[in-house]
């Protein structure tokens, strides 16, 4: 594509904050959907990942879409529909790697991966007019909330991290290798603390034993610092879209956008590298739960 898909991207995020607002965030402050909170979906039902679950976030919000499902002109075709007259389609990436097989100086041949991402435009159904009658269906609202914060709490205590409660600050400490959370009952609302909860667990999966995720960080607030939080917040986004949850920005995200308005200004990929990287963390989160939540959770066959 002639555009630069990392540098549009990284605008679009780049706008957001400087706003004071919070792409990953924006599904539930916008008010604009009901009941189930979920995943952007394709047209057979499989979540989109990674970065491009922010961008149809935000295009969602921004065009006042309820429904999660999008696909391709091609794909509502082939469903026997087509896109509304005047329409435009939103902008998904797809990455890869093709195999090159190069000689060597003594002859001898090598196999190099080499990465390429490419994109194309996706429309939401909302978009797209002669779908059969179940991509229109609004989600049904959650009944009973308690059933989905017993859920979450199934979920986190499933991963088997120690998970230590006492004290004011929710952090990870990567020394004794465990998450410090103040107790339950002094958070606002059960999703906040599940919410801090994911972030705190997105973190703890960047231990050596885990995802051995590092970014160079030296010192608290440097580069490092602030790109290992962009995943935190990303992956604890992630994390509540698939358990039903309700995050709420924190006290510390006003102090937090301008490093990481620094980073992403310094490098177009950034926001790309720290949405792979969350969603390789909620990805190792989700197979540590057996297979029945997996399952449940994820909305996929085994």
């Known amino acids: 594509m002639r555009q630069d898909i990392y540098q549009k991207v990284t605008d679009k995020i780049i706008a957001d904050l400087e706003q004071g607002e919070l792409s990953w965030l924006k599904p539930w402050n916008s008010g604009n959907l009901e009941g189930k909170i979920t995943k ?3 047209h057979n039902g499989v979540p989109y990942n990674g970065i491009n679950i922010l961008m149809l976030w935000g295009a969602a919000v921004e065009a006042g879409y309820l ?6 002109f091609k794909q509502a075709k082939e469903l026997g529909a087509h896109v509304k007259k005047g329409e435009r389609g939103n902008l998904v990436v797809y990455a890869n790697t093709i195999t090159k097989t190069e000689e060597q100086d003594d002859g001898s041949e ?46 986190f205590v499933n991963t088997d991290a120690d998970i230590r409660h006492g004290g004011n600050r929710a952090y990870y400490s990567g020394g ?29 999966t960047k231990h050596k034993s885990r995802l051995d995720r590092e970014f ?36 510390d995200h006003a102090a937090y956008i301008q490093s990481w308005l620094k980073v992403l200004k310094e490098d177009k990929r950034a926001i790309f590298s720290a949405a792979a990287h969350a969603q390789r963390a909620a990805d190792f989160l989700h197979g540590l739960q057996p297979l029945i939540e997996e399952v449940k959770t994820n909305g996929v066959a085994a």
């Open 40 to 42: 952007p979906l394709r």
């Open 67 to 72: 429904s999660p499902f999008w696909m391709t």
């Open 216 to 251: 160079g960080r030296k010192t608290w607030g440097d580069e490092g610092y602030a790109r290992e939080e962009l995943v935190a917040e990303l992956g604890a986004a992630f994390l509540c879209a698939d358990l039903e949850l309700t995050p709420e920005p924190g006290t």
């Open 176 to 204: 004794s290798d465990h998450v410090q959370m103040p107790h339950f009952e002094t958070f606002k609302s059960p999703e906040s603390y599940y919410a801090t909860l994911a972030h705190e667990l997105t973190h703890w």
């Open 110 to 155: 090598e196999e190099r991966k080499i990465p390429f991402m490419k994109g194309y435009s996706v429309f939401n159904v909302e978009q797209i007019e002669g779908l059969p009658e179940h991509y229109y269906a609004k989600p049904e609202p959650i009944i009973d909330p308690a059933l989905r914060i017993t859920h979450a709490e199934e979920f």
